[in-house]
């Protein structure tokens, strides 16, 4: 099938062995805006520029005579108003019983257009990517700062429940924590009758400590038997200083006779403690849960076993 040059959508042009133009097709003289007339029987390096017209005789030409073909070659025609015309040839040898070479020119106009469109989308691309790069940065940056930010308000919630749970002075619990859990005690005994025992105690002539040794000693006196009262505790167990020198201890399933001898022995400990004050001895009051109980209504029982130990000459345990 005879395929009509005319119909290519680059230019063609047919040279002989002495590099002379013997036909050439209507895109490229439409292209070069001259006519086939002016372009047959002329060497093609006549619309070149100087610089493409000394690549195309000394290397180009040169390379297709022995090589016999030359690929993707960039060389600038010029148009006959002299507007340059960037292109790319492609040339090869024909076959030697017809001798000469053909040359098919595609020009670069469209492929400029093309690579600029392709580096544009690879400079918006790159842009792109160092955008999500910087927003992936300060979305980190920003997950770690709200991590740190939660560790804080972990930190400052577990402070602010300690002040508001914790004596101070000797780490105990304080007053509130025996208010919450008196009526959660008072609660499952309604619910399952099981016995609880509340005891109060109090530090017998704490006065006379603050008095003579002054209150750094009371203060020390008061960490001591806290750490004394600590001793031997269950889990369940919840023991709090209740302001000044009374604390509390709310046993658990517990009875009255059970708690007297839990009473007793930290009685004794409190009293075999080594203190550079002297021998410091405890008053302990014991009440357990009856029906019907309000938290003043047990509380009231022990604090009045309490008092009726220091009566009787303090340094001892009496029940409610």
């Known amino acids: 099938m005879q395929i009509d040059v005319n119909q290519l959508p680059g230019g063609y042009i047919q040279l002989d062995e002495t590099n002379t133009v013997t036909s050439v097709n209507q895109p490229m003289c439409d292209w070069l805006g001259r006519s086939m007339d002016s372009l047959i029987g002329r060497a093609p390096e006549s619309w070149m520029t100087v610089a493409s017209r000394m690549y195309y005789l000394g290397h180009v030409l040169p390379s297709l005579r022995l090589h016999r073909h030359a690929e993707e070659i960039l060389l600038t025609f010029t148009s006959n108003t002299g507007e340059p015309l960037p292109v790319i040839l492609n040339a090869a040898a024909r076959p030697k019983a017809d001798g000469g070479f053909l040359l098919l020119i595609l020009p670069m106009q469209r492929r400029n257009l093309v690579e600029e469109q392709l580096q544009k989308a690879r400079k918006t691309a790159e842009q792109a990517t160092i955008e999500k790069e910087q927003a992936l940065n300060e979305i980190q940056t920003l997950a770690h700062e709200l991590e740190l930010r939660q560790v804080e308000l972990t930190t400052l919630n577990t402070q602010l429940e300690q002040m508001a749970t914790q004596d101070v002075l000797t780490g105990l619990n304080n007053r509130r924590v025996y208010e919450r859990e008196i009526e959660i005690q008072l609660a499952s005994y309604q619910r399952t009758h099981r016995t609880f025992t509340l005891i109060l105690t109090d530090i017998d002539w704490f006065k006379h400590i603050n008095d003579q040794f002054g209150h750094d000693a009371g203060d020390r006196v008061l960490k001591d038997v806290s750490h004394c009262l600590q001793q031997g505790m269950r889990?369940?167990?919840?023991?709090?200083?209740?302001?000044?020198?009374?604390?509390?201890?709310?046993?658990?399933?517990?009875?009255?006779?059970?708690?007297?001898l839990v009473a007793e022995r930290k009685r004794q400990d409190i009293e075999n403690m080594t203190t550079p004050y002297g021998t410091v001895t405890m008053s302990?009051?014991?009440?357990?849960?009856?029906?019907?109980?309000?938290?003043?209504?047990?509380?009231?029982?022990?604090?009045?076993?309490?008092?009726?130990?220091?009566?009787?000459?303090?340094?001892?345990v009496c029940v409610g």
């Open 284 to 316: 302990f009051g014991i009440a357990d849960a009856h029906p019907g109980d309000k938290k003043g209504d047990i509380y009231g029982r022990a604090d009045k076993a309490m008092y009726a130990a220091k009566s009787k000459g303090r340094n001892r």
């Open 235 to 260: 889990n369940v167990d919840i023991l709090a200083r209740m302001g000044g020198e009374e604390f509390s201890l709310l046993l658990p399933s517990t009875s009255a006779e059970q708690a007297i």
